[in-house]
Nanobody, 117 residues
Framework: QVQLVESGGGLVQPGGSLRLSCAAS????????MGWYRQAPGKQRELVAT???????NYADSVKGRFTISRDTAKKTAYLQMNNLKPEDTAVYYC???????????WGQGTQVTVSS
């Protein structure tokens, strides 16, 4: 069974940086899209960034130029480098994997990111 485990969240001051990791376990076809989503209190879950196996990326307008998504397909791991963090970035961040072969979607348990002075 496939499982995703996020790590790297925490409390950081405005302007600071964090690096989130998502480690996958189990059998996953390499042809997939990995992504990060977030949900702030009182708001709907929203897309942060996605990346394909070939390295093509997509970002929400609110994080362009500040966040960078990357992946190591061999290690089944995705990363989210978060720079110049703002209070409005405060949310629970979730890792997501969509299989392009098996028509399956997986979610991690989430990791809390809090940006406050």
């Amino acid at each position: 069974q496939v499982q995703l485990v996020e790590s790297g969240g925490g409390l950081v001051q405005p302007g600071g940086s964090l690096r989130l990791s998502c480690a996958a376990s189990g059998s996953i076809f390499s042809e997939n899209v990995m992504g990060w989503y977030r949900q702030a209190p009182g708001k709907q879950r929203e897309l942060v960034a996605t990346i394909t196996r070939s390295g093509f990326t997509n970002y929400a307008d609110s994080v362009k130029g500040r966040f960078t998504i990357s992946r190591d397909t061999a290690k089944k791991t995705a990363y989210l480098q978060m720079n110049n963090l703002k209070p409005e970035d405060t949310a629970v961040y979730y890792c997501n994997v969509r299989s392009l072969v098996a028509n399956l979607i997986y979610w991690g348990q989430g990791t809390q990111v809090t940006v406050s002075s």
